[in-house]
């Protein structure tokens, strides 16, 4: 009896995987972004409370999307582990649940922003696979399953084809992966462009803005190491060639911005550091790129936001929205830009192309839209924006910060070691930078030239060190004369606050 019910949750998995993979291979033909796995997780994300996101994020850092998507993975297998055995034991049970689960797949899909018709399709189609082949699979259970270990024809046979099922599942679900005809597309175009010649330069990185220290995070962070924290479950692949903005809402003159006005535009090239509002005290959700596009104020200039406007609810082609200060996007001061290039190549996928939103002062939660589609001029009375929705702060100002990152060992005996870390204020800029040693009183470190106001600054502190066990702490101040807080406080709703603190025995 127990094999026989182990046989029928394989047949409850088997006959899952089918029907996903067939529906991954419909999706990629007719509904791009309407994957069953993903729309469902993308739902998940959406109804997760704060406290369960930041939870994610803190375990598994820039790996939360990868961890929530095997989640769904094992919860789905015993979801179909159970409706097998259901099935078999009490039919139709098993049709039931699989039939639930595919109504859930049909609202995820066609719930979220920008869903049409076909997209309810991909998920029916699940359903009616699984259903299939779980009833085929079911009539080929052996009748009985013979003592432990004995050679039994009938369970070899049903093994073959569960295996087989099963196979024919993973190879759709790999097929449709590789017909996303929107992903050859996009990249097709990103790798042809060429990054046009800035109009306006940014100023070379100043000689002495890197200490060079083993450990120590370089002034700008290649691409490859830039932190990715966004909504999307699979990155937006985005023709460049079909993109376009519109600037909407309350303004005199709605507008319409393609890829190829866009970069015919002058363009300004800036070095921003950007930052994640759910960056923990002494996080690593933060790095610093020079970035190439058009300032967005130039655009709103020509829409002409009407009086009384004061938020800017800039949209993704994901459906993620973001509410900026309008003022900040008109400040003549600011480097706020439609980004196209980071770090001297265009945006990489997974950091917006073809055009992202970046924004110095603000967490990107308020700011860094990716895959931006559209600007909608409105206020703050009038709209939320999807984190502010959920109970984080309207208006995300970055606050001062400091970070240690390494305490280096001399090289020769009577040396000292040495601590080093950053710190930013974006769009104000770090005056000093102060340690402590256990309880001893402050000392200021030495600060490296600072590329503009809107990056991070590396520092460093000589430190003749004793034998022992030791707590560093940092604090950082910024040109206005405000020092960093040491008041302890999470990243809800507005950034965490505190003094980065880390222990070492020498």
């Given at each position: 009896m127990?094999?026989?019910?182990?046989?029928?949750?394989?047949?409850?998995?088997?006959?899952?995987?089918?029907?996903?993979g067939v529906a991954e291979l419909v999706a990629a033909l007719v509904?791009?972004?309407?994957?069953?796995?993903?729309?469902?997780?993308?739902?998940?994300?959406?109804?997760a409370p704060s406290w369960a996101k930041e939870t994610a994020i803190a375990l598994f850092g820039t790996g939360d999307k990868v961890a929530l998507l095997v989640l769904i993975g094992v919860v789905l297998a015993a979801l179909a582990a159970g409706a097998g055995i259901l099935e078999e034991r009490r039919p139709p049970l098993g049709r039931i649940v699989i039939g639930l689960g595919a109504i859930l797949g049909v609202l995820a899909a066609v719930t979220r922003?920008?869903?049409?018709?076909?997209?309810?399709?991909?998920?029916?189609?699940?359903a009616i696979g699984a259903v299939v082949?779980?009833?085929?699979?079911?009539?080929?259970?052996?009748?009985?399953?013979?003592?432990p270990g004995a050679d039994n024809p009938d369970r070899r046979t049903f093994l073959v084809w569960a295996g087989g099922v099963t196979a024919t599942g993973i190879v759709t679900a790999?097929?449709?992966?590789?017909?996303?005809?929107?992903?050859?597309?996009?990249?097709?175009?990103?790798?042809?462009?060429?990054?046009?010649?800035?109009?306006?330069?940014?100023?070379?990185?100043?000689?002495?803005?890197?200490?060079?220290?083993?450990?120590?995070?370089?002034?700008?962070?290649?691409?490859?190491?830039?932190?990715?924290?966004d909504t999307a479950l699979r990155i937006p692949q985005i023709d460049a060639n079909s993109w376009s903005v519109r600037v909407t809402g309350?303004?005199?003159?709605?507008?319409?911005?393609?890829?190829?006005?866009?970069?015919?535009?002058?363009?300004?090239?800036?070095?921003?550091?950007?930052?994640?509002?759910?960056?923990?005290?002494?996080?690593?959700?933060i790095g610093?790129?020079?970035?190439?596009?058009?300032?967005i104020r130039d655009l709103l200039t020509r829409a002409t936001p009407k009086p009384g406007a004061d938020m800017v609810l800039s949209k993704s082609q994901d459906g993620f929205t973001a509410g900026t200060p309008l003022s900040v996007l008109q400040d003549p001061d600011r480097n706020a830009i439609f980004a196209i290039g980071m770090n001297g190549?265009?945006?990489?996928?997974?950091?917006?192309?073809?055009?992202?939103?970046?924004?110095?002062?603000?967490?990107?939660?308020?700011?860094?839209?990716?895959?931006?589609?559209?600007?909608?001029?409105?206020?703050?009375?009038?709209?939320?924006?999807?984190?502010?929705?959920?109970?984080?702060?309207?208006?995300?100002?970055?606050?001062?910060e400091s970070r240690i990152d390494v305490v280096k060992s001399p090289t020769n005996p009577g040396d000292p070691h040495i601590i080093a870390g950053v710190a930013w204020h974006q769009h104000t800029g770090i005056a000093k930078v102060e340690v402590q040693i256990d309880d001893e009183p402050w000392v200021e470190a030495e600060l490296a030239d600072a590329v503009s106001i809107d990056t991070w600054v590396q520092w460093r502190m000589p430190w003749h060190a004793t034998r022992g066990s030791h707590t560093i702490r940092a604090r950082a101040t910024n040109t206005a004369g405000e020092t960093q807080t040491s008041h302890e406080a999470d990243v809800l709703p507005d950034g965490a606050t505190g003094y980065p603190s880390i222990e070492v025995t020498i």
């Open positions: 127990m094999q026989r019910r182990m046989l029928a949750a394989a047949a409850g998995v088997a006959s899952v995987a089918l029907g996903l509904a791009p972004a309407a994957s069953p796995l993903l729309v469902v997780g993308s739902l998940i994300i959406d109804l922003s920008g869903a049409a018709v076909l997209d309810a399709v991909p998920p029916t189609i699940a082949a779980l009833g085929l699979l079911l009539r080929r259970l052996p009748e009985k399953s013979g003592r790999i097929a449709g992966t590789a017909l996303q005809a929107g992903a050859r597309a996009s990249q097709a175009v990103r790798e042809a462009f060429v990054l046009p010649d800035p109009a306006t330069p940014a100023p070379p990185v100043p000689a002495g803005a890197d200490f060079r220290i083993e450990g120590l995070a370089p002034v700008i962070t290649p691409n490859a190491d830039f932190y990715r924290i309350e303004v005199e003159n709605e507008i319409e911005l393609t890829w190829a006005e866009l970069i015919a535009l002058p363009l300004d090239e800036s070095v921003t550091t950007l930052m994640c509002v759910s960056n923990e005290v002494g996080g690593s959700l610093t790129a020079r970035w190439l596009g058009s300032p190549e265009p945006l990489p996928p997974e950091h917006g192309f073809p055009v992202r939103m970046v924004v110095p002062g603000l967490y990107g939660y308020v700011s860094a839209t990716k895959w931006v589609v559209e600007l909608e001029v409105t206020r703050f009375s009038r709209a939320r924006a999807y984190w502010t929705d959920r109970g984080w702060g309207e208006k995300g100002p970055i606050k001062v």
